[in-house]
């Protein structure tokens, strides 16, 4: 692998750039009833956020798979993306296999692996990614692949100005990103409790984001906490926690007033079990330049809270552990 972690993410507008300027592999002429994307961890994070803009842009319905089990609904009026960017994951190949036996329409997405050999085998349309990256740190070269893939093909309405713009927005503030990770690297190993993710809707899937790359990257446990939805059962559990040490990151939308008043209210909560609160407000113009904002503060700052803990950003030992055994598990 030639780019160090930090590489990876610092090129993400270099990223996006080249994704959309390559051809789609297909145009289906005709309507699908839903979008259903299949993929686990840093290449399963493109369904949700995928489903976000497609709620947004009032899109067909978009549904996420993480696990090996085809959606008994799914049929021939539904589009499977298959994505996994090494192209070797177990549970991402069990679904694109029941697929194949369902004869669902489907496209590949992988920069190799087994994904790429068996679409080549069967016929399903391949997206290539480039090789040589983490999974994780190519969101958007899965991303803007898939994003221009279904706006051709008439299933996702986002208005393209609005893609192409967020490009250059990723471009121009990169270097802003570099110095929020950095702050917020410093408060978390500060901080030294359980890392909080606390955000509003429609944030969920870059708050999740948030999660799985403090976790892949940095090697720490974090909980996220989504208003209004938190309001209704995570509340309570700060009335009493076993935990006392908590480091609550919030991230909000400064255009979305409802969106920071709530996540005002969930200080007023955590403030009774923690004082340590730092604030991620969201840079951009469209909720799409946010997100890829958002997620690329969070890549850069769990990377630099690894190197600050002297641990390696891109090694996942036991996710590798898994993948080992899960061949066995799911009788691959
Ligand atoms: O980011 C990572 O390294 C992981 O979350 C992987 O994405 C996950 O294990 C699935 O692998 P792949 O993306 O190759 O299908």
New binding site residues.
């Given amino acids: 692998m030639g780019l160090v972690m930090e590489e990876m993410y610092i090129e993400w507008g270099r990223q996006a750039r080249e994704a959309l300027e390559k051809p789609v592999p297909v145009s289906f002429n005709r309507v699908f009833r839903s979008v259903i994307v299949a ?6 994070i493109v369904g949700d956020v995928l489903s976000t803009l497609s709620s947004k842009y009032s899109s067909p319905p978009i549904v996420t798979v993480k696990n090996h089990l085809l959606p008994g609904f799914a049929s021939k009026e539904d589009l499977l993306l298959v ?7 177990v549970e ?1 190949l069990r679904v694109f296999d029941s697929a194949l036996e369902r004869n669902i329409p489907m496209v590949a997405v992988s920069s190799g ?1 087994l994904l790429k050999t068996r679409a080549y085998e069967h016929g399903v349309p391949h997206i290539q990614l480039p090789e040589g990256l ?3 740190a190519s969101l958007p070269s899965m991303l803007y692949g898939v994003v221009k893939l279904l706006y051709e093909n008439n299933l996702l309405n986002i208005p393209f100005e609005i893609v192409e713009e967020s490009v250059s927005f990723l471009e121009e503030e990169t270097g802003k990103a570099i110095a929020k990770a950095g702050v917020i690297a410093e408060w978390v190993d500060r901080s030294k409790g359980l890392l909080v993710i606390s955000t509003h809707s429609p944030l969920e899937s870059l708050g999740l984001r948030g999660k ?1 790359e403090f976790n ?1 990257n940095a090697k720490i446990p974090v909980k996220v906490d989504v208003a209004p939805e938190w309001m209704h059962n995570d509340i309570v559990g700060y009335e009493a926690p076993f935990l006392k040490d908590f480091a609550i990151l919030e991230v909000v939308d400064p255009g979305d007033k409802v969106g920071v008043m709530l996540v005002d209210f969930m200080r007023t909560v955590y403030a009774r079990v923690t004082g340590s609160f730092h604030r991620l407000v969201l840079e951009g113009n469209s909720l799409l330049d946010k997100i890829l904002y958002g997620s690329m503060v969070f890549g850069l700052s769990s990377c630099k809270l690894a190197r600050i803990r002297g641990i390696d950003p891109l090694k ?1 030992a036991s ?1 590798q552990e898994y ?1 080992k055994a899960a061949g066995a598990i799911f009788g691959a």
């Fill in positions: 993929g686990m961890g840093g290449s399963g994505v996994s960017y090494s192209g070797n994951t991402t692996g983490a999974p994780r799985n892949e996942t996710i993948k």
